[in-house]
């Protein structure tokens, strides 16, 4: 058991007017006795709680009112169940170490509320399910730093065998990517997870890492990630311009007014993914530089609306 849940076990008695003392710890969680010490010791001197010592009862009392962190904060309560929900919603529902968590959470912070799943409701569209034990092996890779030996299967549907250094865990709009060196192609490299299909631990350290001043996560929009490649501007006009006003695309974004309209200007590595955005919104978005992207997406609708045609 770990100090937080002895922690909070100690408080409760005290709040219910029990008078813990040592033994109420040795006999709930088959601790020693130096351990109950130390953990009273912590209560009182890092949690700063008012403990005093009644010898007529002997147990613990507090001297004034107090409480533990998180105990009944709504905000911590929304926290929690958010994550739960992410956590389901981003694919990780076949973990058995998630229901372990949130149940645990649950008895420890919040004895006798209402579980914190269903104070809050997340929602992805297009999410995919993730294989659990690929998922461990990249966590595994992440936090031992090894080389993992992948089989991936690009989105073209080509499949290669790689050797990779992972570097970070990205969940993208509820998808999950690793970022990695990839040793076949000697650069950095986005693995989407769902098309791992195999994944084993080697023993061989990763050699490389991201700085704290690395950029190349933020440089640019979207999930195409590296250094900018050009600027674009779009004009949004009626309901776009009132939904994109209020959004964030990129740190580095510019929106201006102008008449009956916006501009957004934001910095891109590769635009497949600002088509799809631009797409969405109709007639209501119109790409206004670079020349070459503008044209592009001219061709496009061209293609789309023969889909169309009577």
């Given at each position: 058991m770990s100090v937080l849940e002895r922690i909070y076990f100690f408080h409760g008695k005290i709040q219910s007017g029990g008078y813990p003392n040592t033994s109420h710890l040795i006999d709930e969680f088959e601790i020693s006795q130096s351990t109950a010490h130390r953990d009273i010791a912590y209560l009182r001197e890092r949690?700063?709680?008012?403990?005093?010592?009644?010898?007529?009862k002997n147990g613990f009392y507090y001297t004034k009112t107090f409480r533990l962190p998180f105990e009944n904060s709504p905000a911590?309560?929304?926290?929690?169940?958010l994550l739960g929900n992410?956590?389901?919603?981003?694919?990780?529902?076949?973990?058995?170490?998630?229901?372990?968590?949130?149940?645990?959470?649950?008895?420890?912070?919040?004895?006798?509320?209402?579980?914190?799943?269903?104070l809050v409701y997340c929602e992805w569209v297009e999410k995919e399910l993730?294989?659990?034990?690929?998922?461990?092996?990249?966590?595994?890779?992440?936090?031992?730093?090894?080389?993992?030996?992948?089989?991936?299967r690009a989105g073209s549907g080509h499949i290669s065998?790689?050797?990779?250094e992972p570097l970070k865990l990205i969940n993208y709009q509820g998808r999950w990517y690793l970022l990695a060196w990839c040793r076949t192609k000697k650069n950095r490299?986005?693995?989407?997870?769902?098309?791992?299909?195999?994944?084993?631990?080697?023993?061989?350290?990763?050699?490389r890492s991201l700085d704290g001043d690395d950029s190349w996560l933020q440089a640019s929009f979207g999930i195409f990630k590296g250094p900018a490649t050009s600027k674009v501007s779009i004009r949004f006009t009626g309901t776009a311009a009132e939904i994109v006003r209020h959004q964030i695309w990129h740190h580095q974004q510019k929106i201006e007014?102008?008449?009956?309209?916006?501009?957004?200007?934001?910095?891109?590595?590769d635009d497949r993914e600002l088509i799809m955005k631009v797409l969405q919104f109709g007639a209501r978005a119109e790409i206004l530089c670079p020349k070459k992207l503008r044209r592009r997406l001219a061709e496009e609708i061209k293609k789309m609306a023969k889909n169309y045609k009577p």
């Amino acid at each position: 058991m770990s100090v937080l849940e002895r922690i909070y076990f100690f408080h409760g008695k005290i709040q219910s007017g029990g008078y813990p003392n040592t033994s109420h710890l040795i006999d709930e969680f088959e601790i020693s006795q130096s351990t109950a010490h130390r953990d009273i010791a912590y209560l009182r001197e890092r949690l700063l709680a008012p403990l005093a010592f009644d010898t007529k009862k002997n147990g613990f009392y507090y001297t004034k009112t107090f409480r533990l962190p998180f105990e009944n904060s709504p905000a911590m309560t929304m926290i929690l169940g958010l994550l739960g929900n992410m956590a389901e919603e981003t694919g990780l529902t076949e973990l058995p170490e998630l229901a372990a968590i949130k149940q645990r959470l649950q008895e420890v912070l919040f004895p006798g509320q209402r579980n914190m799943g269903d104070l809050v409701y997340c929602e992805w569209v297009e999410k995919e399910l993730i294989n659990k034990h690929i998922f461990s092996t990249v966590l595994n890779g992440l936090r031992e730093q090894q080389q993992l030996r992948v089989t991936y299967r690009a989105g073209s549907g080509h499949i290669s065998t790689r050797t990779i250094e992972p570097l970070k865990l990205i969940n993208y709009q509820g998808r999950w990517y690793l970022l990695a060196w990839c040793r076949t192609k000697k650069n950095r490299r986005m693995f989407h997870l769902a098309r791992i299909q195999e994944a084993r631990i080697l023993q061989e350290p990763v050699n490389r890492s991201l700085d704290g001043d690395d950029s190349w996560l933020q440089a640019s929009f979207g999930i195409f990630k590296g250094p900018a490649t050009s600027k674009v501007s779009i004009r949004f006009t009626g309901t776009a311009a009132e939904i994109v006003r209020h959004q964030i695309w990129h740190h580095q974004q510019k929106i201006e007014d102008e008449k009956d309209s916006i501009r957004l200007t934001l910095p891109i590595a590769d635009d497949r993914e600002l088509i799809m955005k631009v797409l969405q919104f109709g007639a209501r978005a119109e790409i206004l530089c670079p020349k070459k992207l503008r044209r592009r997406l001219a061709e496009e609708i061209k293609k789309m609306a023969k889909n169309y045609k009577p």
